[in-house]
């Protein structure tokens, strides 16, 4: 699109010849012989560029300058003056301008100064039309934190979004698994197709499987009309299996089939229908486990692993817990329109040393009933939970001052993987890849050692 001008000067004859020159360049030029008209039409005429001569009859054009800045601050302002001196040109910055032009000057130099002046401006509009998708992103839930666990989780996205193989998610409950699941789809070969999730914890066997399959009219008693199930709904697409941790063992036979053969039948019916989709499934169990004690099929386990994101626990997110708690706050604030803008320095040290059971799902209830509780606007200590305004932070200490009282070697490896087991909600695979041994190993050395769950009460010298 041309830029558009808008000359401001109370000589008449220059607007009609700048305006001239200027459309032989190929701008769209309209001129204005006071600062006051000018004001009045810039809602109708929506230039791109305001030229405006320093001296006017009326307002100057440094009033016009500092009027336009107030009202219209993308609004890039070119003063022209026969007057050039350092003052005039300090006094058209300070107002405000993008650009200061002495008289004489060439159109040629006019045209450059404002195509300079419309590309800062539509530079501008990009960097606000890029902040605002983001925080759409972000309202909608989006991925948000910059720790180094979430780093590793950007950088998992990258590389395993565009993949059509199936994708496991694990980690705790409330960790964000199904925005991870969405997160893969949007970055995606398939992103402008469906994204369809199922909760496999939620719904009975029998319901499961119509909800997954679909049916034919009259396989069972409501079945009054055909359902294509989720399946086809997702074809094409992305079906989000989430707690697929939890799915009953006739269910998983059903569904192993169903991936391996790419199509589905639903139930009473006795045709094969084909199916594209990309499976990513979910869960907070610890599925190795499952596996090897026979409750979670072997070859589904294989079949739905193809490709692995561990999620982080909040807990060892660090600083994300704030970045996290502010986001949670601007909205809770803005839906209870409530004048709350931030969290109080022990209020965030509090957020900072809890250890989060329940992850991001129960940091956003705690700062949504904080947001509804705090009298100010800063949300306090006396605002939290109790749980929360009691809990102590525990770090491994090595007690001793003497040689005595030094702890043993076998005590410090006992204390430090009680710790990690803690920190992984007890999730033994995943202790035994922090801790860099195989699952075997770890299970030998919690028999020998007695560490076996979170009770402060077994853990020595890991002190509150």
């Known amino acids: 699109m041309n830029t558009r001008v808008l000359i401001v000067d109370d000589d008449r004859s220059l607007c009609q010849l700048l305006a001239d020159e200027l459309s032989e360049l190929g701008f769209v030029v309209d001129w204005r012989t006071s600062a006051e008209e000018a004001l009045a039409s810039l809602r109708d005429l929506e230039p791109d560029v305001v030229v405006t001569d320093l001296r006017m009859r009326g307002l100057s054009g440094l009033e016009l300058c500092g009027r336009i800045v107030a009202g219209w601050p993308e609004l890039p302002v070119i003063v022209i003056t026969a007057f050039g001196s350092l003052e005039t040109a300090i006094a058209a910055i300070r107002s405000g301008a993008y650009d200061f032009i002495t008289k004489p000057f060439e159109t040629e130099a006019l045209a450059v100064a404002l195509n300079r002046a419309a590309e800062r401006r539509a530079l501008r509009a990009e960097v606000r039309r890029l902040r605002s998708a983001v925080l759409e992103s972000h309202e909608g839930g989006g991925l948000l934190g910059s720790s180094p666990p979430m780093q590793q989780i950007y950088r998992l996205l990258d590389r395993l979004g565009p993949a059509e193989a199936p994708v496991l998610i694990t980690g705790e409950s409330g960790t964000g698994k199904e925005l991870v699941a969405l997160e893969l789809h949007r970055r995606s070969r398939r992103a402008a197709q469906p994204f369809v999730a199922v909760n496999c914890a939620a719904l009975p066997e029998a319901l499961l499987e119509s909800e997954l399959f679909g049916h034919v009219r009259g396989a069972f008693t409501d079945a009054r009309t055909a359902r294509s199930g989720l399946f086809l709904e997702a074809d094409r697409g992305t079906l989000f299996l989430d707690e697929i941790g939890e799915m009953p063992q006739a269910m998983q036979a059903k569904l192993l089939r169903a991936l391996q053969s790419r199509t589905v039948r639903p139930v009473g019916g006795d045709v094969e229908i084909p199916c594209d989709v990309r499976v990513v499934s979910a869960t907070n169990k610890d599925i190795e486990a499952a596996t090897a004690a026979g409750s979670f099929r072997t070859d589904l386990y294989f079949r739905v692993n193809v490709l692995r994101i561990d999620l982080p626990p909040l807990r060892a997110r660090g600083n994300d817990i704030l970045v996290l708690a502010q986001h949670f706050l601007r909205r ?133």
């Open 332 to 464: 809770a604030a803005r839906r209870e329109l409530r004048q709350v803008s931030g969290i109080g320095p022990e209020a965030a040290r509090k957020l900072l040393d809890y250890s989060w059971p329940g992850n991001v799902r129960e940091l956003q209830n705690v700062i949504e009933r904080a947001v509804a509780l705090t009298r100010g606007e800063e949300i306090l200590v006396e605002d939290l939970p109790e749980a929360i305004q009691r809990h102590r932070r525990r770090d491994l200490v090595l007690l001793g001052d003497t040689p005595d009282s030094l702890p043993t070697l076998a005590e410090v490896e006992r204390r430090y993987i009680q710790l990690v087991l803690d920190t992984v909600g007890q999730n033994k695979a995943r202790a035994a890849r922090i801790l860099g041994m195989d699952r075997t190993t770890l299970y030998r050395r919690l028999g020998r050692g007695g560490a076996e769950s979170g009770d402060p009460g077994d853990l020595g010298g890991l002190l509150p």
